[in-house]
């Protein structure tokens, strides 16, 4: 049984290998752009339900109440029930934010960019941050004020900012499995490759690769050849006073 078991699961070791080459078989052209274009495009995978889930409960939350009777579209608006509720101008910033991330979520669901994605995790975190100002400012206002402390959908507001926050952190700041398999399969052939191998150095290093040069020893011609030229010297300067002896 212990052999079947072993034989069955290095089967399926090499079954897997398989899948995973012929999934990479239609970018092995050109891995460096498939790579780059794979890089624009964002993989939810696991967290689309926590995607959907913060943006949804954001979206709910609008048409529940924000602070006594005041509701999220009134707030958004600045109707006069806002007006006469005291809301102050953080919170009307943070109605226009969450519903700016809301739709940003969409995008990022449907379109899938890696440049809406981005976007819309920097919306959420701002929303997020002014969703905890509007409380704030609800739970201090002075005894004049005649407006009311936060809701319970203010709060659910924040919870869903923040699972929506931490999805997209995970989706914009990992790389996919895809990404992670092309990154590898474009190591293995610069390796395989002797101009990559080359290219790759002088990133790494800055330092250009030499042809192994042969090393001749020619020190015994040069002394020669300082030797020829200390004599013919010595004989130029002869010259002259033989000729001054001469005459």
């Given at each position: 049984?212990?052999?079947?078991?072993?034989?069955?699961?290095?089967?399926?070791?090499?079954?897997?290998?398989?899948?995973?080459?012929?999934?990479?078989?239609?970018?092995?052209?050109?891995?460096?752009?498939?790579?780059r274009k794979?890089?624009?495009?964002?993989?939810?995978?696991?967290?689309v339900p926590?995607?959907?889930?913060?943006?949804?409960?954001?979206?709910?939350?609008i048409?529940?109440?924000?602070?006594?009777?005041?509701?999220?579209?009134?707030?958004?608006f600045?109707?006069?029930?806002?007006?006469?509720?005291?809301t102050?101008?953080?919170?009307?910033?943070?109605s226009?934010?969450?519903?700016i991330?809301?739709?940003?979520?969409?995008?990022?669901?449907?379109?899938?960019s890696?440049?809406?994605?981005?976007?819309?995790?920097?919306?959420?975190?701002?929303?997020?941050?002014?969703?905890?100002?509007?409380?704030?400012?609800?739970?201090?206002q002075?005894p004049?004020?005649?407006?009311?402390?936060p809701?319970i959908?203010?709060?659910?507001?924040?919870?869903?900012l923040?699972?929506l926050?931490?999805?997209?952190?995970?989706?914009?700041?990992?790389?996919?499995?895809?990404?992670r398999?092309?990154?590898?399969a474009?190591?293995?052939?610069?390796?395989?490759?002797?101009?990559?191998?080359?290219?790759?150095?002088?990133?790494?290093?800055?330092i250009?690769d030499?042809?192994?040069?042969?090393?001749v020893?020619?020190?015994?011609?040069?002394a020669?050849?300082?030797?020829?030229?200390?004599?013919?010297?010595?004989?130029?300067?002869?010259e002259?006073?033989?000729?001054?002896?001469?005459?």
């Amino acid at each position: 049984m212990s052999s079947e078991s072993k034989s069955a699961k290095s089967s399926a070791k090499s079954s897997e290998q398989e899948a995973g080459e012929d999934a990479l078989a239609q970018y092995r052209g050109d891995l460096s752009g498939a790579e780059r274009k794979i890089a624009g495009r964002v993989v939810l995978g696991r967290y689309v339900p926590l995607i959907v889930f913060g943006f949804l409960v954001p979206l709910v939350m609008i048409f529940l109440p924000h602070a006594g009777d005041v509701r999220g579209y009134d707030v958004l608006f600045n109707t006069q029930v806002a007006q006469d509720g005291a809301t102050a101008k953080p919170e009307m910033i943070f109605s226009w934010l969450r519903l700016i991330t809301i739709l940003l979520t969409i995008g990022t669901l449907v379109s899938k960019s890696w440049i809406v994605a981005w976007v819309n995790w920097a919306f959420a975190g701002v929303a997020w941050w002014y969703n905890v100002f509007a409380i704030w400012v609800r739970q201090t206002q002075p005894p004049t004020e005649s407006g009311d402390g936060p809701a319970i959908p203010l709060l659910f507001s924040l919870v869903g900012l923040t699972v929506l926050f931490y999805a997209l952190s995970a989706v914009v700041f990992q790389k996919n499995p895809l990404q992670r398999a092309l990154a590898a399969a474009r190591r293995e052939e610069a390796h395989r490759d002797e101009e990559s191998r080359l290219a790759q150095q002088r990133l790494r290093t800055g330092i250009e690769d030499r042809e192994d040069a042969e090393i001749v020893d020619d020190r015994r011609a040069r002394a020669k050849a300082r030797r020829e030229r200390k004599a013919e010297l010595e004989k130029q300067e002869s010259e002259p006073q033989q000729e001054s002896e001469e005459d």
